[in-house]
């Protein structure tokens, strides 16, 4: 029987990990972020008052299959139209979703629906059934103090340092079925993922916290191959732990999964990791060649080995 699995995050983060955990078990959730305010999604979202659909569109691109079914619909959702008009940049996947919001009138039928059609090899979920907003404080460059500033693309983008984050609106509604697959869970992945804008805005919507807390599901962090510019420029691995924890105290974890290259000082990540109740995993994860892009394969057989009940009680892979 395989682990119930879910997975929180959003773009290019979230994919990764889905690529990888569609290839160990048949029970997946993703729950993904709804605060994207640029590009296709921002403008559908301005447009029609909707949830942004890109990341849940690349969620629902990687959870198609190898075959060419699922090859052929995952290159049709990430398909973008390039013109002088106003389809320009639009991802047909996300004029899909939107289109079945609007017939269905509910988001998670229509993602559903989705799922379905492309032959996905799991269920994509909204972490929030509203359009959030991120405001961060950051740490500006060159000694010039602190600012506010609102929205994923301003936050991933303002030169300085995010000091913290917080959605507009507070306490945001969660998505019911998004806190149901966590507290039914076996496994919840956090991560990989950008920190600021698609991993930590999940800890912020107060019921799927609490779930996230209080579910009997064994937690894992998948931390990334490296700092991202914008977001956590100059972050140690374990720096990006001790941020998680000051953004959801209370909440403890079971693994931590990084790569081996990725970490200069694995003593300083195993002590951080320890200290939220985590053993420490570490594994060759990044392609060969591409060492910011995880190889699905790779982070599969991590996973396999983490959750696979006969494994050796070792803190490393």
Known sequence: MSDRVVALGGGHGLAASLQALRRVTDELTAVVTVADDGGSSGRLRRELGVLPPGDLRMALAALCGDDDWGQTWSRVAQHRFRSEGELHDHAVGNLLIVALWELLGDSVAGLDW??????AHGRVLPMSVVPLDIEALVELDDDEGLATVRGQVAVATTPGRVVHIGLVPDRPPACREAVEAVLDADWVVLGPGSWFTSVIPHLLVPELAHALRTTTARRAVVLNLAAQPGETA????ETHLEVLASHAPGLSLDAV???RDAVPDPGALE????SLGASMHLAALARDGEPHAHDPDRLAATFRHLFAPERLPSDRI
């Open 234 to 237: 100059g972050f140690a691995p």
């Open 271 to 274: 002590q951080v990791a320890g």
């Open 114 to 119: 989705v799922a379905r059609l492309l032959g």
């Open 257 to 259: 999964l990084a790569d």
